[in-house]
């Protein structure tokens, strides 16, 4: 008969009666079919029994001299941690009245004496059979709740780290996440020396009461580990931990069990951080409760742990970037004329990605300017020579060879200039040619040469006629 039922050993049965015969028959019936049996002659026995150990179901009579039937189904659905227990009423009554009221009273059935052995152990098993699935759907809703959590954490936490300005704004934001989203009391990171033989005390923490700052404020006289100690291994391993209960750990284990067990913390779990195969901090969670490991749970914190070296390697990079972009204006800015780099895309327009503060003189054009309307600086150049360029760029863009040409360009103010410009174009698979280039302003250099050529004509003038005058002298 048990085979049918979904339990991991016997249920266990409480047949309360004070006939004895009744509760004789009743208990051998019910070991005979395999269940597990006790046995309570009255009321207060009965109730008793159920403080000592919960049963799965209850057989209650409710002609009884201390306590009826009715008054101890009462007192059990008053109380949460015995409202659940399955309650079949039986009774010599078959009175209408007395099976409403054991209905009323919270009974899930009614069996009427002198009962037939067989419909006892019918009912007994269908409801045993539906008190066991309707735990099993609270369990899992209540697992579907916790594991909503988790990932409304996860997304939060991974939303708000992304948004966070340095990594100390991202590590309180994930202690204060994950304590309040699961419901754990205390968060800390814990900071260790590249040996991992001293441990740091680092800024960031969340306490869900002020009983906690006591244990945050002794913490932090602590820097050393001991080899076996819990920050110890973590960082030797390189893996999440977990401490069912550090108050009854030794000391060697978790060094602030006694504080632990002081203000109350129990259950604790830590998650290094690694950046570049090494343990940059450690996250640390603990709460009032004592708990087996919970692996989802150490997975969810070790992924957020992963996103929160991603953000340290994002900033290092941006920090490089920018020290890379400042180093490349400051170049730029000392070489004569203007460096840029640019894409034309097949269907002529071009986008210009960077250009130095040289565009300012060369073209009239405030850099930002020229970068968000890149096609002004083809209208600076007159229309007889747009012709040419683009003709120039398409040719040169097939060979992929540099080149260097020479034309005139139309400044806002309409002072024209001579310009050079040196540049590579690369094709590129989509078709846009990059383009990265430096023009200078040649203009200066064709004016002194064509003051030279002046000079120069000038000067032969004045020959041919001293030569003319010397030869009528003869």
Known sequence: MLNHLPFKSRPDILVVDDTRENLRLLSTMLSDAGYKVRK????????????????????????????????????????????????????????????????????????????????????????????QQQKQLLLQRQQLAKQNKQLQLLLTTTKAINEADNFQEALEVTLEQVCEKIGWDFGEVWLPNSQATVFELGEGWYASDQRFFE???????????????????????????????????????????????????????????????????????????????????????????????SFIERKRSESALRESQQQLAAMAANIPGCVYRGVVHPDGSMKLIYTSEGEQDLSGLNPKEAMREPNRLLESIPADNQADFYETLRAVAELNQPITREYPIAAPDGEVKWVRNSARYSLMDNGDVMVDGVAIDISDCLREVFTSCIATEERLRLLEQAIAASGSND
């Open 215 to 309: 244990f945050r404020g002794e913490s932090k006289k602590l820097t050393f580990a001991t080899q076996r100690e819990f920050l110890k291994q973590i960082c030797t391993s390189q893996q999440p931990s977990w401490i069912a209960d550090v108050s009854v750990e030794s000391c060697d284990i978790f060094q602030r069990n006694q504080l632990a067990r002081k203000v109350g913390l129990k259950a604790c779990f830590g998650v290094p951080i690694l950046f570049n195969d090494e343990v940059l901090a450690i996250l640390v969670f603990l709460k009032q409760e004592a708990s087996p490991p919970e692996k989802l749970l150490m997975k969810l914190v070790n992924f957020l742990a992963s996103q929160l070296s």
């Open 40 to 131: 309570a002659i009255n009321g207060a026995l009965a109730l008793r029994a159920i403080q000592i150990a919960k049963p799965d179901l209850i057989l209650l009579d409710i002609r009884m001299p201390d306590f009826n039937g009715y008054e101890v189904c009462s007192k059990l659905k008053d109380e949460p941690q015995t409202a659940h227990i399955p309650i079949i009423f039986i009774s010599a009554s078959d009175e209408v009245l007395d099976k409403v009221k054991a209905f009323d009273v919270g009974g899930v059935d009614y069996i009427t004496k002198p009962f037939e052995m067989q419909e006892v152990l019918v009912r007994v098993k269908n409801h045993l059979m539906i008190s």
